[in-house]
């Protein structure tokens, strides 16, 4: 099970962290990403990082502006959302696969999902 949170209502400008925790599994044993959905479009690729944190990737739309990390004794991974803008409002989830290639941006590749939390960009 993968549990996001960290969601909310946030100006533009501002900042948000989420966090996924898993339970039940090993979250350091997979290649985790961050994607996202608004309203009427396709699920998207935000972010993804290797099993041990070395390696991260970013869509170009949000590269310098978000981080992502993870703490994998806290079986957390992070994304650290800065300089938000109002095109950033989606629900964003957090994915986990056991052999994807780290920074795929594909979905369909991530067998594990979290339910999802719901970020709000103000103008």
């Known amino acids: 099970q993968l549990q996001a949170s960290g969601g909310g209502l946030v100006q533009a400008g501002g900042s948000l962290r989420l966090s996924c925790v898993a339970s039940?599994?090993?979250?350091?044993?997979?290649?985790t990403g961050w994607f996202r959905q608004a309203p009427g479009k396709e699920r998207e690729f935000v972010a993804g990082?290797?099993?041990?944190?070395?390696?991260?990737y970013y869509a170009e739309s949000v590269e310098g502006r978000f981080t992502i990390s993870r703490d994998n004794a806290k079986n957390t991974v992070f994304l650290q959302m800065n300089s938000l803008k109002p095109e950033d409002t989606a629900i964003y989830s957090c994915?986990?696969?056991?052999?994807?290639?780290?920074?795929?941006?594909?979905?369909?590749?991530?067998?594990?999902w979290g339910q999802g939390t719901q970020v709000t960009v103000s103008s």
């Open positions: 994915a986990a696969s056991t052999d994807a290639q780290a920074g795929s941006s594909r979905s369909e590749r991530y067998r594990y």
């Open positions: 039940g599994r090993t979250l350091g044993s997979y290649v």
């Open positions: 990082i290797n099993r041990s944190g070395s390696r991260k």
